[in-house]
């Protein structure tokens, strides 16, 4: 099928401008790119006057659940959710059941995403077998497939000879350790920010520097391997300190942010209780600025959403006990535009750069993450004229915990095109 998408504001990376340009997509490629591309030439017509046209967006970070917590989300329907908030592409982290940790595991995963995926899944396999820490999985096996890297997802892998490993394994393979930093001496149990916060609940609270002080572990094996190291979901602004120190001594360090750690505090418990748990937590507001800062001065180098679906009995519980986080994917890049954009900390290009272009280099995505002749058909439509209230309840995700229930965000994906074929369509 022939599309023609006409008049909108295309984002063009090279340039760092939007220019209103026509694409021409055929066969799930961009063919051509002009200016008054006549509408014979296409099947179907879409006119994005208004609308600014941005590569499909790629997240590093989502729990799609399925094998063994379908009863949260499936493949299916959270890479509906995803294609909902513009993504085209997604890594799916390895807590799920069982985990991708050998070749057979991971080719029954390939076979449920082909069944069932909306758009492209990329599984990341566990560093240990089972996420249980103590068995390291067969590297070398592992790596010949198609995974986005190593991640011991939700935990940290605290045996530091595992750590060194990935990480030599990472040079040839390219095939990154992907953290969940997280020094585990640091605290107990663990539900929710170190302070006035945790002694209100009456929880035990997990400090910046249980994130913190196993990054720079990290970092430092690092240093003796030269490979590379992925920090998920950064949340200490002692920890954005480390990582753009790392990166000044050349060392290969890339790491992300979540939607919720650039725009809420702390205090959004408070108002939203177990809803705003999340692992790591909500933090002070020094922190979300610290992170923006990250943003601004290129020390942090995607937007991930870690989006993670619960059931409602998961979260309606006491604090201690309820699940961590958040269904993310689909506000995503609406609380980007929203607080980031909006409020004047980056342009529109670099949001779109955070949440395309550079997840596509970091992780090798040849033909992904710009807007070019011959790349992918893989395109969201952005309308930014117009706010929204959020709607937990009309969410795709089998998920509805969200804190961002009732806010009112700006900038809404349109439409989402996947190597051709819309995947999403705004009713």
Sequence with gaps: MRILIKGGSVADFKTNRFLKRDLLIQEGVIRKIGQNLLPEAADQVVEAEGLYVSPGFIDAHVHLREPGGEHKETIETGTRACAAGGFTHVFAMPNTSPSPDSVGHLKDLYRRIEKSALIKVTPIASVTRGIAG?????????????????????HPVTKVDYVYQVLLNSVKTHKPLITHSEDLSTFEVGAVNRGPLSEFFGVDGIPNEAETNMVARDVAILEETSGHLHICHVSAKETVEVIREAKLRGLKVTCEVTPHH???????????????????????????????????????????????????ASKETDMERASYGFTGAELAFSIGYTYLVRQRHIDLMTLLRLMSYNPAKIFGLEQEGEIIEGGLGNLVLLDLTTGFRVEASKLLSKGKNTPFDGSLLYGRVKKTLYQGRWVYEEE
Aim: net charge negative.
């Design 262 to 312: 650039f725009s809420l505090t702390e205090e959004m418990l408070y108002h939203k209780g177990t809803q705003a748990k999340v692992n790591p937590p909500l933090r002070k507001k020094e922190d979300v600025q610290r992170i923006i800062a990250g943003i601004q001065e290129g020390t942090v180098d995607i937007i991930a959403t870690d989006h993670a679906p619960h059931d409602r």
């Design 134 to 154: 103590e068995e390291l999985v067969d590297l070398e096996a592992l790596s010949r497939e198609d995974i986005g890297g190593f991640s011991d997802d939700g």
